[in-house]
């Protein structure tokens, strides 16, 4: 009885491993294999992938994590948990986001361009999971340059309209999500508003023309 209970005990713990840690063996494995299906003279490709790992992050982040209904509710475990990591992914089910990617690139451009962009999609997102996983895991130097990705990542977690990118701030500033931009809009929103009820509403403007209390914050361009 005692043996069955240490055996069921170091099931959970392997299993509990596998979920949190399988990605870090089996991403790797998989870029290798993909990069040597591209081979050498498409390496410009890999480096595509990577760039276009890091928009699909910011879009998958921003539009299906924070607006689908599903995702945006196991999403919503890891914003009220960040410490827990069962709440934040499962190596489990990368399979399953991966597959579109791999059916997409492979079915698009073929399977040596395809290989060599699926390989650069991979790197990237081996990149974002061990870059979020030592945002909430590791002490940060402030000297690191890790730090500021820390910092711009809890902001995120504290405001959740802002800051949608991990790997990179870069499309918060082209798409104005960036915590700075946010802020500004809606300090120019507030002072529109306090501007609106500060003027008398003339003649033959409508009385329901606008709505007390009511934030108007311009729509980000993304
Ligand atoms: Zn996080
Ligand atoms: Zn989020």
């Known amino acids: 009885m005692k043996r069955a209970v240490i055996l069921m005990n170091r099931s959970a713990h392997w299993w509990q491993w596998v979920r949190h840690f399988g990605d870090f063996v089996t991403i790797p494995l998989a870029i290798l294999t993909f990069a040597g299906l591209a081979g050498l003279s498409r390496l410009y490709l890999v480096v595509v992938g990577l760039l276009a790992w890091t928009l699909v992050e910011y879009l998958m982040h921003r539009f299906v994590f924070h607006h689908f209904p599903l995702a945006r509710h196991l999403h919503q475990l890891h914003h009220d948990h960040p410490a827990d990591p069962d709440s934040e992914r499962s190596s489990l089910s990368t399979p399953l986001v991966v597959a579109p990617f791999a059916l997409l690139s492979l079915g698009i451009a073929g399977v040596e361009d395809g290989s060599a962009i699926l390989a650069g999609l991979l790197a990237g997102y081996l990149i974002f999971i061990a870059v979020h996983h030592a945002v909430h ?15 711009r990542h809890l902001v995120h977690h504290h405001l959740e309209d802002c800051n949608f990118g991990v790997t990179t701030g870069f499309w918060d500033v082209i798409c104005r999500s960036s915590a700075g931009a946010v802020a500004k809009r809606r300090l120019r929103s507030r002072r529109s508003l306090a501007g609106r009820r500060r003027r008398p509403r003339t003649s033959y403007e409508p009385a329901g023309s606008h709505r007390q209390g009511e934030e108007r914050t311009a729509p980000p361009a993304c």
Do not use: A, E
Not at 140 to 149: D, E, H, K, Q
């Open 137 to 151: 895991r590791w002490p940060v130097n402030p000297r690191s340059p890790l730090y500021s990705i820390k910092l």
